[in-house]
């Protein structure tokens, strides 16, 4: 039990497009998922948390109207990263925590370049 | 600022024997901790963890010892396998949200 799912877990797009990224607990509820970002041979880095039906949590120096994140249902989280450019480009990554300090589970990753 | 660390950010090892790796903390008000291997490409994966109120955890061939006085974590494998090279992350849990470490490379050579 306790999977997550993301996709896609590679896109390429355009400077100055948008890209979504989806986050799926598939077979538990979450009402709060997380979002991370990890530069290559760097540690994970928490972005934001994702909590559902009201607004997401961002951390110091994490750019709220550029990493949009909607979790609209409390298995479906989605990362937006609007106007994209090349030093966007990293392995983005969910995780969604299946209750209280159950053991936080993550998503396979999604690696996003932008050209 | 707050922080949880590695000492050693690659580690090679022979196959067969054990692997120990580090993990320094600086929150006293963690609540737990959480390790975590991560192959290239993938997303992490969970090993064992440990309650704050806790010294020491066994899995199967892992150990994780949390020493609360020096705010030092340490992940043992023992009799360590090709498999089992990745990065390894210890992680601390505060306040809800999940904080990471800078990351060990473990090599293992056959």
């Known amino acids: 039990g306790a999977v997550v799912s993301q996709h896609p877990s590679r896109v390429i797009c355009k400077s100055g497009t948008s890209v979504k990224i989806e986050c799926r607990s598939l077979?538990?509820?979450?009402?709060?998922m997380f979002w991370y970002r990890q530069f290559p041979k760097q540690s994970l880095m928490l972005m934001a948390t994702?909590?559902?039906?009201?607004?997401?949590?961002?951390e110091q120096g994490v750019e709220k109207d550029k990493f949009l994140i909607n979790h609209a249902s409390l298995t479906l989280s989605t990362l937006t990263v609007t106007s994209a450019h090349p030093e966007d480009s990293s392995f983005y990554i969910c995780?969604?925590?299946?209750?209280?300090?159950?053991?936080?589970?993550f998503g396979s990753g999604t690696r996003l370049t932008v050209v | 600022g707050e922080s949880v660390g590695l000492h050693l950010p690659t580690l090679s090892v022979q196959e067969g024997d054990n692997s120990i790796i580090n993990c320094a903390y600086s929150?006293?008000?963690?609540?737990?901790f959480i390790w975590y291997k991560q192959e290239s490409g993938k997303g992490p994966q969970f090993i064992i963890d440990?309650?704050?109120?806790?010294d020491k955890r066994q899995g199967q061939r892992v150990t994780v010892l949390l020493n609360k006085t020096v705010k030092h974590l340490s992940l043992q494998i023992a009799a360590t396998q090709p498999g089992d090279s990745a990065v390894y992350f210890c992680?601390?849990?505060?306040?809800?949200?999940?904080?990471f470490g800078q990351g060990t490379e473990l090599s293992v050579k056959p």
């Open positions: 995780s969604a925590d299946r209750e209280p300090n159950y053991g936080y589970t």
């Open positions: 077979d538990f509820q979450a009402t709060t």
């Open positions: 994702s909590n559902e039906g009201s607004k997401a949590t961002y």
């Open positions: 929150n006293s008000a963690s609540d737990y």
């Open positions: 440990i309650r704050s109120n806790m």
């Open positions: 992680a601390e849990v505060r306040v809800g949200k999940l904080i």
